[in-house]
């Protein structure tokens, strides 16, 4: 991956931050490097989530899982993001049947351009960690929705409550 710039303060309107990676699973299979640029003229529901196989993101993931149709009747692409290792992505995406792609960005270059590598806490005690957040980017390019800290029991609902027509 290419380095990136940190960015908090993406919001609607705003060219969403390029990325490449290797994802994995839908249309991916084992394997393959992937652009922001690929998605090109289709809505991407961009979810960056904290862990494979953790309670809260396997609720995450699989609530979209259960809407995926829903997402490409409306032209849309779905691609969750974290650190994990595409070994790590595949048997996710196995377990639980996941049908859309999983991006692995081990060196979290893309979680920093998307200000998502924030610091944490829990139980008092810091740390550096993905926070749950979703950019809803158009055909264009350009980022039509922004969730973050997420709940990941309402994840997916407020996703396709705030799409209305994919192509705006």
Not at 56 to 69: F, W
Not at 141 to 161: E, L, Q, T, Y
Request: net charge neutral; glycine share 10%; aromatic share 12%.
């Amino acid at each position: 991956m290419s380095s990136y710039l940190a960015n908090t303060t993406l919001a609607p309107g705003v060219i969403a931050p390029d990325f490449s990676g290797m994802a994995v699973g839908g249309p991916y299979g084992f394997g393959k490097e992937i652009r922001l640029s690929d998605f090109a003229g289709q809505t991407l529901i961009l979810y960056f989530y904290p862990k494979d196989d953790t309670p809260g993101c396997t609720k995450q993931a699989c609530a979209l899982r259960d809407r995926y149709k829903e997402a490409l009747e409306g032209g849309a692409s779905i691609l969750g993001v974290n650190a994990d290792t595409v070994e790590s992505h595949r048997k996710f995406i196995a377990k639980f049947d996941l049908p859309f792609a999983l991006l692995s960005d081990p060196d979290r270059t893309m979680l920093q351009a998307y200000g998502v590598w924030v610091e944490k806490s829990m139980y008092g005690k810091k740390y550096m960690g993905v926070e749950r957040s979703t950019f809803v980017i158009r055909p264009n390019g350009h980022i039509k929705s922004v969730f973050r800290k997420v709940a990941p029991g309402d994840h997916a609902d407020m996703i396709f409550n705030s799409l209305g027509n994919f192509e705006t």
